[in-house]
């Protein structure tokens, strides 16, 4: 695969699924907003939740490819349809004879971006993500989008802030980062989020609002001039940071956090606030890793 470092592609799995399409949907416009090139990948091999493997004849493999490499056709006429409103979009299609979180763990090597749905084809009707989105948020090699089910959110969100979880880490650094640059091509506010807890720590609660409240100025340090043109909103409260992300969320048309935060340590895959959120969120979230 020859992908051009300078400008690394929105990369997006796709199944055939309402969730799917929903993801691609969202992935062709992101591209469109960072002018960068759309991957649309759809991998053949069953996925985990299908519980066995699948014994094909020879005809009736050849039969499943064709069909695959259709649904690959619509979904590139799906994307040049849903990016026409905004803009312009380079789009390449790839069919990958293997199973969906190898493939795509793969090409996450070379993106900018990884998008999925938030279940797919074979995926149970659960309160929990489907198995490729959270092995993708886990292990992939860029920051991953994970988009819901289209009735889970409202068109309003369209004009609500991306909304950035804040703790002071390496990966909330690298959320931060994307917010803003997600933002600024959203023509949406930034509402950064910070919370803080009594933990084992005896100093008074207006000391500890005093520190946390200089603690996301530092963190938030330069993206003003950066971002002249992006409003701040800065929400600094003592509270569970998952529980208010989420709530915050509620109204957001993007919600971006570390793949894990302070309490992390290296070689972690997700930390406890960004799985909690990731499994109960109901817009579109970016789970930022941080930079090799």
Known sequence: ???????????????GSVDADEALRW?????????????IVYATGAAADFGQVIDFSHADYTEYLTACAATLAAARRFATAAAQPVGDLDIDTFLVEAPPIPALRDRSKDARLLVVGTRGMGAFRRGLRGSVSTAMARHAQC???????????SAQ????????????SACSARAVDIAFDEASRRNAPVRAVLTWSESNRYIPRTAMQTEAEAALSEALAGY????????????????????????????????????????????????????????????????ARPES
């Open 1 to 15: 695969m020859s992908v051009n470092n300078m400008n690394p592609p929105v990369v997006v799995g796709i199944d």
């Open 27 to 39: 992935a062709a416009v992101d591209a469109v907003h960072h002018n960068a090139p759309l991957h």
């Open 143 to 153: 920051p991953v989008a994970v988009v819901p089910e289209p009735e889970q959110y």
């Open 157 to 168: 969100r369209v004009r609500g802030p991306v909304v950035v979880g804040v703790d002071g």
């Open 224 to 287: 003003t001039d950066t971002y002249p043109d992006v409003t701040v909103q800065r929400v600094v409260t003592e509270d569970r940071p998952a529980k208010r992300l989420l709530e915050e969320g509620e109204l957001a048309q993007l919600l971006v956090v570390g793949s894990h935060g302070r309490g992390g340590f290296a070689g972690m895959t997700l930390g406890s606030v960004s799985q909690a959120v990731l499994h109960a969120a109901d817009c579109p979230l970016i789970i």
